[in-house]
């Protein structure tokens, strides 16, 4: 029952942002808002792997990266979107599926973990950064080194490239790729698939001792983690255009941060903690000499020293004594 | 014959580089369990120690030999005390604090000294062997790297610190009950594991140039480099840095530096998958 | 006839140390057999062989004459072997209910599975915790409820690493009755330490030395062996040991 109104109560907030924010905001900031949307599928993806699966990566920028570029790149080759899209979204799913094979069957440790993750987001974002020049293209697509690829195209209408979709389209199907990603996410939970990753990350020693083999598991959240990123990349090339910033420190430090505030173990707070995250340093961004790094490294520190249940699980608690409501929806998914 | 020498002085002085940025991460990962994700930020703020204090007319050595050292060992102090001793057993916590700490440091010293590149020439000259010339000062790195893990091992071997931090390493409970307080020693193992990534940012800051966020170019080299290496730290980051600065180097010889990175972090996931414990695991398992 | 679960020269060598040395190891179906011996015999490096949680150095693994070294601690527990270890290790985020449902891997529908867990809780008398998360149980109760998670789906066999450790004396007694009961059903190996726990539950009992095996017979002839008291008690024992005996 609280599973369908959750199901519910998103679907009405998706579709009444799609109904509603075309016609008050102005073009510059649907597209800004687009992004946003794009990041929190980003955090959504993260939110299952290491919010649930348990699983620490310092590289999911690599996976959003990969999406964006293999999107612009199929997109620029082919011509037209349409088939774009599962590129993007199949290439980083590869990707994670060989780097986690590796990690998992090699029964590595989380810092193993973190180190691996965090250089292979490096190398990607060395890669890609030196890919400057004519030699540097795939089919017709050139990488562009540190300028990324500025002819990135946007979706057009399936299979009509001479009909690209208008930023309001292209807002709605963000839109409405974060609630069909949501509600995939509460259907594997829900799932005896999520139960076992939960109870993988609880005690993963127990759970192979009862016939688990916690490794597949672990390759599959992975799996899916990656093909989310990858499609939060296609979103956000859809609004920018890619470049290698995407594979850099800032932004996978950025995605740990939503997580870390929005709650781990929870799937709306990442999403909330992303949206209002971005909100904010973008606002900061604004100011004079302020840098938005700064901020989000204080943040970073602050949520790990003073509340690591998550800044938005905390308020809710916090709310909710306040009211004397009774039990805090601390686990509010 | 030259090029053999060339590529040999090559693979020596990446080697050195690898071992001189990464003994501070080690020295506090190998001491205190703690991963110091913002090690990088610590070499770029032993760059700005040495550049500034060598603009304001100060000898370039002593900028570079004890400025760095002294200020970020005085930084890592503050931050042990702040951040680090709060999180003590927290791994993954510390993980995400220090790297907090990591972007907050590029943003502030981004906002003080702006986002460009600063630099001082390498304060050496060159050197010629044959029909060969290497700068001198890529010698100078491989002495130095040389000299920082002896003096390390001479300290942790030979000094009254030294016993106690390897007594607290070993056992801490067991140290407090003989009267030293772990606080302290652990205190004084991260300034000083700071103070050396301090020192490596500003020996290497001839080489990389220096810039808010230059130490992203190291801080994945080094902890691939310590945790390859496992639990003896000197001995551990030598045989890591010896393997894998070896292969970027050779791989950056024979087609790019990227794909020199590549065959490194190759080589470290083969590693682990073969000895999970990282190398001193397995092999000289009674070393530092 | 081919016995449950056989070991043949089965070794484990850390370094210089040879913690199980050569053991020939024969439990048959529906035995009950004690894996005893002094401190550092090799008890746990022998339970980890047998679990699946460290490869031996070389040996044989056999389940119904088939060779199992070397499989994974998941594919040991698919064969029906139930695990219980040393020190309980639950799930500390679920109920109880739901932990004990995860332990029927393969039980597919949800209302089978969960009447099936209940059923075994009710077993266990702990039906009453079925809705309490396994974080905030006391010691006892987490041992029951680990034992629930391990006898639920019917295994073959039960392999239980030093169950009394940290138990009163009631509590071992309890214990005994317990797995006696459960022998009925199932065979089980009982790696111990207490000696009245032995006697209380021991018909046949194999004596770990150095690694080896020292002896292995009924309960009483090995509690009355002249070696099995001098390496397991050491002499100055020896007279707490013919009380117990
Ligand atoms: N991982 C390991 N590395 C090195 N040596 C080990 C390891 N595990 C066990 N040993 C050694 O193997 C021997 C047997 O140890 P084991 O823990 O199996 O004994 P035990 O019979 O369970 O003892 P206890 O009754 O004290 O639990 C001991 O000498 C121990 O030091
Ligand atoms: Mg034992």
Same mark, same amino acid.
């Given at each position: 029952m609280k599973f369908l109104i959750e199901i519910a109560g998103a679907s009405v907030v998706v579709i009444a942002a799609i109904l509603v924010l075309p016609r008050f905001l102005e073009l510059f900031a649907l597209i800004n808002a687009t992004v946003y949307i794009s990041m929190a599928v980003l955090a959504l993806s993260l939110a299952l792997v290491w919010g649930f699966g348990g699983i620490l990566c310092f590289g999911q920028a690599a996976f959003f990266g990969l999406g964006g570029y293999s999107y612009a790149v199929a997109a620029i080759n082919f011509g037209d979107t349409t088939y774009a899209i599962p590129v993007a979204i199949a290439v980083p799913a590869l990707m994670a599926a060989a780097l986690g094979y590796v990690m998992f069957y090699g029964r590595i440790s989380d810092v193993y973990m973190g180190a691996i993750t965090l250089t292979l987001t490096l190398i990607l974002f060395n890669f890609v950064n030196s890919t400057a020049g004519d030699q540097w293209r795939i089919g017709a697509a050139p990488l562009g080194g540190f300028n990324g690829i500025p002819s990135t195209p946007p979706l057009n209408l399936p299979g009509d490239p001479g009909n690209p979709l208008p930023p309001e389209s292209i807002f709605a199907i963000a839109a409405i790729s974060l609630l069909l990603c949501y509600i995939l996410a509460k259907f594997i939970l829900r799932a005896r698939f999520g139960r076992v990753i939960v109870a993988i990350r609880e005690n993963e020693r127990r759970a192979e001792l009862l016939g688990y083999d916690a490794r597949a598991y672990k390759l599959g959240i992975f799996v899916i983690g990656?093909?989310?990123?990858?499609?939060?990349?296609?979103? *956000?090339?859809?609004?920018? *255009?890619?470049?290698?910033?995407? *594979?850099?420190? *800032?932004?996978?430090?950025?995605?740990?941060?939503?997580v870390m505030v929005g709650g781990l173990g929870t799937l709306v707070g990442p999403v909330i903690g992303a949206i209002l995250l971005n909100f904010f340093t973008t606002w900061a961004g604004t100011l004079p000499d302020i840098n938005p790094s700064l901020i989000l490294g204080a943040i970073l520190m602050l949520a790990v020293l003073v509340v690591p249940r998550g800044v938005l699980p905390s308020l809710t608690t916090l709310l909710g004594r306040l009211r004397g409501a009774g039990d805090a929806p601390g686990d509010a998914a | 014959m030259d090029l053999v020498f060339a590529i040999g002085f090559q693979v020596m002085s990446? /080697?050195?580089?690898? #071992? !001189?940025?990464? #003994?501070?991460?080690? %020295? %506090?990962?190998?001491?205190?369990?703690? !991963?110091?994700?913002?090690?990088?930020? @610590? #070499?770029?703020?032993?760059?700005?120690?040495?550049?500034?204090?060598?603009?304001?007319?100060?000898? %370039? =050595?002593?900028?570079?030999? /004890?400025?760095?050292? #002294? /200020?970020?060992?005085?930084?890592?102090? /503050?931050?042990?005390?702040? !951040?680090?001793?709060?999180?003590?057993?927290?791994?993954?916590?510390?993980?995400?604090?220090? =790297?907090?700490l990591s972007l907050a440091l590029i943003g502030a010293v981004t906002m003080v000294f702006g986002n460009t590149v600063a630099g001082f020439s390498a304060p050496l000259g060159s050197f010629a062997i044959g029909g @060969?010339? +290497?700068?001198?000062? +890529?010698?100078?790195?491989i002495f130095a790297a040389v000299v920082l893990l002896g003096g390390t091992w001479a300290i942790l071997r030979f000094t009254a610190f030294g016993l106690l931090a390897r007594g607290t390493m070993q056992n801490a409970e067991m140290a407090s009950a003989l009267g030293v307080s772990p606080d302290r020693v652990y205190a004084a193992t991260f300034a000083a594991g700071s103070a050396v990534s301090g020192l490596a940012g500003a020996l290497i800051a001839p080489f990389s140039g220096v810039v808010p966020t230059m130490g992203a170019a190291f801080i994945a080299k080094s902890f691939i480099t310590v945790i390859t290496g496992g639990a003896a730290m000197l001995a551990g980051t030598f045989s890591a840095s010896s393997l894998l600065g070896t292969v970027s180097t050779l791989g950056t010889f024979a087609t790019t530096p990227v794909f020199g990175e590549v065959m490194m972090l190759a080589v470290a996931i083969v590693l682990l998958r073969l000895l999970p414990q990282g190398i001193t695991g397995r092999f000289f398992r009674r070393a530092l | 006839m081919t016995a449950l679960l056989a070991t043949e020269h089965l070794t484990m060598r850390f370094g210089g140390v040879v913690a199980v040395d050569d053991v020939d190891l024969n439990v048959a179906d529906g035995e009950l057999r004690c894996l005893i011996g002094p401190n550092g015999a090799g008890k746990s490096t022998l339970f980890k062989c047998l679990t699946g949680q460290i490869k031996p150095s070389a040996g044989r693994i056999l389940w119904r004459g088939r060779d199992i070294t070397g499989l994974e601690s998941f594919e040991i527990a698919r064969l029906g072997v139930g695990i219980k270890t040393q020190v309980p290790s639950l799930f500390d985020g679920l109920t109880v209910l739901e932990s004990v449902r995860l332990a029927l891997r393969r039980e597919a529908r949800e209302r089978v599975a969960r009447a099936r867990a209940m059923a075994t809780l009710e077993q266990l008398g702990i039906a009453d915790l079925a809705q309490h998360a396994t974080a905030l149980l006391a010691h006892g109760q987490r041992q029951l409820v680990e034992l629930a998670m391990v006898v639920a789906p019917a295994p073959d066999l039960i392999i239980l690493d030093e169950p009394t450790a940290g138990m009163s004396a009631e509590e071992t007694a309890r214990a005994a009755h317990v797995i006696r009961a459960l022998n009925a059903s199932h065979a089980i190996i009982v790696v111990e330490h207490d000696m009245p726990f032995i006697r209380a539950i021991a018909k046949k009992v194999t004596v770990l030395h150095q690694g080896r095996v020292l002896m292995e017979d009924d309960v009483a002839s090995v509690l009355a062996d002249r070696r099995v008291q001098d390496v397991y008690l050491g002499k100055a024992a020896d007279a707490s040991l013919k009380v117990i005996a």
């Open positions: 990656g093909a989310m990123a990858g499609l939060s990349g296609m979103l *956000f090339a859809n609004c920018v *255009f890619v470049s290698p910033t995407m *594979f850099s420190l *800032f932004y996978s430090g950025q995605i740990i941060i939503w | 990446g /080697v050195a580089t690898l #071992l !001189i940025t990464s #003994l501070g991460l080690a %020295i %506090i990962f190998g001491m205190m369990r703690v !991963i110091n994700l913002a090690h990088g930020e @610590f #070499l770029m703020l032993g760059a700005y120690a040495a550049i500034l204090s060598a603009r304001e007319g100060l000898n %370039i =050595w002593i900028s570079m030999l /004890v400025v760095a050292p #002294l /200020v970020v060992g005085g930084i890592g102090f /503050v931050v042990e005390r702040f !951040i680090i001793r709060r999180l003590y057993g927290r791994m993954i916590d510390t993980m995400l604090a220090t =790297w907090g @060969f010339t +290497a700068s001198a000062y +890529a010698l100078f790195l | -």
